[in-house]
């Protein structure tokens, strides 16, 4: 197995893993700590819905909601489930499918390798039935409805259906009642075996454990399987927009709204440089001490639940603001105004530097906690970076690089979505 040591100027360090199967094993050693954070994931999530296994010779397509169909079942085995077994160990465990990823964890104090024992157990070893799968259909179905319901969610995938046209980014991770009951038991192991081998999985681990003996407890523990050749579908999505505005009524006692910057994608994804810059672009227009977020709080526009992010992942890419506003329309005129003076008038450069600092003062603060750290390594694990690159990355941002990620903003490109009270 080879491995590598990777340094930082914390005096820190981790352990990088290359498994022959594949696998990328992380472990960040945390002696001082009592609790231990592990994480067994994949490189797939809801926008994988076409792909090929074979090197791109034969091409598949899924129904929507699958990889997290795909996420609740594995759980289950002949026997009964995971979480009945982390019952005994102690452990608080759990699982999630974002756009990109699927991910098994757990944290513990004590019985760690016990713990993980199971964790790599269960997630090498799917049992899925027509009868299981039917059952978990109605599951599944009932929590689609459930988010239906749910003003942020909504908010958010109003904006993506009326800015994608094409990519799979636009639909409900977990899909749709209609999509999820063309799901399959046979579709599941399609899907299982594409994804979950091991040449496109990872490890993480942070805690109070020794590097090498995670490394060796693991490799004992996989199964022999030959590397899969995946090829993900391209979709051909369009530069445009779908439609600039869009709105809907739910319970709110607030309208709730997310804008949203749609960003051309000239490769697949986005490089840790850029992820950086453009965060601290966004901390320079609209952050904590920036300007327009002072002009903002004070013309009552916005509260404390305004956010700003950087959504970018395989084909796509969308700089948000979403939050709480009476007038959300004046919210979005604020900020492009903003955006239009920062790019005539140049940048402060006391502003650049307070935005930098915050973003460097948030990188060291996730090295005191193993949640913190693990998450950060499944970051390096799915876009191959190095977790102490970060400061480095934030030092060489300029103010001709936070202007160019500025000039991405434009109205052409915006989607204003709002959630209204219904009265």
């Given at each position: 197995?080879?491995?590598?040591?990777?340094?930082g100027?914390?005096?820190?360090?981790?352990?990088?893993?290359?498994?022959?199967?594949?696998l990328?094993?992380?472990?960040?050693?945390?002696?001082?700590?009592?609790?231990?954070?592990?994480?067994?994931?994949?490189?797939?999530?809801?926008?994988?819905?076409?792909?090929?296994k074979?090197?791109?010779?034969?091409?598949?397509?899924v129904?929507?909601g699958?990889?997290?169909?795909?996420?609740?079942?594995?759980?289950?085995?002949?026997?009964?489930?995971a979480?009945?077994?982390?019952?005994?160990?102690g452990?608080?465990?759990?699982?999630?499918?974002?756009?990109?990823?699927?991910?098994?964890?757990?944290?513990?104090?004590?019985?760690?390798?016990?713990?993980?024992?199971?964790?790599?157990?269960?997630?090498?070893?799917p049992?899925?039935?027509?009868?299981?799968?039917?059952?978990?259909?109605?599951?599944?179905?009932?929590?689609?409805r459930?988010?239906?319901?749910?003003?942020?969610w909504?908010?958010?995938?109003?904006?993506?259906?009326?800015?994608?046209?094409?990519?799979?980014v636009?639909?409900d991770?977990?899909?749709?009642?209609?999509?999820?009951?063309?799901?399959?038991?046979?579709?599941?192991?399609?899907?299982?075996?594409?994804?979950?081998?091991?040449?496109?999985?990872?490890v993480?681990?942070?805690?109070?454990?020794?590097?090498?003996?995670?490394?060796?407890?693991?490799?004992?523990?996989?199964?022999?399987?030959?590397?899969?050749?995946?090829?993900?579908?391209?979709?051909?999505?369009s530069?445009?927009?779908?439609q600039?505005?869009?709105?809907?009524?739910?319970?709110v006692?607030?309208?709730?709204?997310?804008?949203?910057?749609?960003?051309?994608?000239?490769?697949?994804?986005?490089?840790a440089?850029?992820?950086?810059?453009?965060?601290?672009?966004l901390?320079?227009?609209a952050?904590?001490?920036?300007?327009?977020?002072?002009?903002l709080?004070?013309?009552?526009?916005?509260?404390?639940e305004?956010?700003?992010?950087?959504?970018?992942?395989?084909?796509?890419a969308?700089?948000?603001f979403?939050?709480?506003s009476?007038?959300?329309?004046?919210?979005?005129?604020?900020?492009?105004?903003e955006?239009?003076?920062l790019?005539?008038?140049?940048?402060?450069?006391?502003l650049?530097?307070?935005?930098?600092?915050?973003?460097?003062?948030?990188?060291?603060?996730?090295?005191?906690?193993?949640?913190?750290?693990?998450?950060?390594?499944?970051?390096?694990?799915?876009?191959?970076?190095?977790?102490?690159?970060?400061?480095?990355l934030?030092?060489?941002?300029?103010?001709?690089?936070?202007?160019?990620?500025?000039?991405?903003?434009?109205?052409?490109?915006?989607?204003?979505?709002?959630?209204?009270?219904?009265?």
């Amino acid at each position: 197995m080879k491995k590598e040591i990777i340094k930082g100027r914390f005096g820190e360090d981790y352990v990088k893993y290359l498994h022959p199967s594949g696998l990328k094993i992380f472990v960040y050693e945390k002696p001082d700590y009592s609790s231990n954070y592990a994480v067994f994931g994949t490189k797939y999530g809801s926008i994988d819905t076409f792909f090929s296994k074979d090197g791109g010779k034969n091409f598949v397509s899924v129904p929507e909601g699958i990889a997290h169909f795909l996420e609740h079942k594995l759980f289950e085995s002949e026997e009964g489930d995971a979480f009945s077994r982390y019952a005994v160990t102690g452990a608080s465990a759990n699982a999630y499918t974002s756009f990109d990823r699927t991910c098994y964890l757990f944290s513990c104090s004590d019985r760690f390798y016990d713990n993980l024992e199971i964790l790599l157990d269960f997630v090498q070893h799917p049992y899925f039935t027509e009868q299981t799968v039917k059952k978990e259909q109605g599951i599944i179905g009932q929590e689609i409805r459930m988010y239906d319901d749910s003003p942020s969610w909504r908010v958010l995938f109003n904006m993506l259906q009326a800015m994608y046209e094409k990519h799979p980014v636009r639909i409900d991770i977990a899909g749709t009642v209609e999509s999820i009951s063309q799901i399959t038991d046979k579709l599941l192991y399609e899907c299982y075996d594409t994804f979950y081998n091991l040449s496109n999985m990872f490890v993480c681990v942070a805690g109070n454990v020794k590097a090498d003996e995670v490394a060796d407890f693991v490799d004992k523990h996989l199964l022999d399987v030959k590397p899969v050749d995946i090829v993900r579908g391209e979709f051909n999505e369009s530069e445009e927009i779908k439609q600039s505005y869009t709105k809907a009524y739910l319970e709110v006692a607030v309208p709730q709204f997310c804008l949203g910057f749609k960003e051309k994608c000239d490769q697949p994804e986005k490089t840790a440089q850029q992820r950086v810059e453009m965060g601290v672009a966004l901390e320079v227009l609209a952050g904590d001490c920036s300007p327009l977020y002072k002009r903002l709080i004070d013309l009552e526009l916005i509260n404390d639940e305004f956010e700003t992010e950087y959504f970018t992942g395989s084909g796509y890419a969308c700089v948000m603001f979403s939050g709480e506003s009476q007038e959300p329309q004046q919210v979005k005129e604020e900020i492009l105004r903003e955006v239009n003076r920062l790019i005539d008038d140049g940048i402060d450069s006391q502003l650049l530097c307070t935005a930098k600092r915050a973003m460097y003062g948030d990188v060291v603060r996730r090295f005191n906690s193993t949640e913190n750290i693990a998450s950060q390594m499944i970051e390096c694990a799915m876009f191959d970076f190095n977790m102490f690159d970060e400061p480095d990355l934030i030092a060489n941002v300029t103010e001709e690089k936070v202007i160019g990620c500025l000039k991405a903003l434009c109205e052409e490109k915006s989607v204003l979505s709002v959630i209204a009270p219904k009265n």
